[in-house]
């Protein structure tokens, strides 16, 4: 577990360009901005991750706009996540399962039971079948093990957002 953590923070450091260091911690404007109207909508998308380097690596280092999707927040714990969830709607929602506050699992959970409408998407270290089978019984749209690349996460909202479309059309 310790070295698959080690493993990630070096994958995260190493894909965070150079000057996207220095805007670490700082907020990024472009991912922060309300939605344009265009002729698709943008799909609004909150991270809930308590570490720090990947959460900063999810929303700086991949291109979220070319996705048509925007991070509307990005929460450290799990009780800032479903603050943020009740009051900002988001499409997706991509959580670690442990947070400080409250797990991941039960972030969502209170959600669901706020009748609030969202893809959860876990990005997680733990493999263990119990968390996979809580995961399961909340609906998890998928559960993915870190470290994870930009291409499986893109893959991943990419269906998603399909998902959303359909449902929206039906």
Known sequence: LIQCREA?????????RHDDRQRIGQRN????????HSEQTMIRILIAEDEEIIRSGLLYTIDWLSMNAVVVASAATGTE???????????IVI????IPGMSGLDMIAGA???K?????????????????????ALRVFDYLLKPVDEEKIKEVVSRAKAELTK????
Do not use: W
């Open 8 to 16: 990630h923070r070096a994958f995260v450091r190493k894909r965070i």
């Open 167 to 170: 449902k929206r059309s039906a």
């Open 29 to 36: 404007d472009r991912a922060h901005k309300p939605a344009r």
């Open 112 to 114: 669901q039971k706020e």
């Open 95 to 98: 959580t670690d399962i442990k």
């Open 116 to 136: 609030i409408d969202f893809i959860p998407i876990v990005l997680t270290s733990y493999s263990d079948f119990n968390y996979a089978k809580n995961a399961i």
């Open 81 to 91: 996540g479903l603050e943020k969830i009740k009051s900002l709607r988001p499409d």
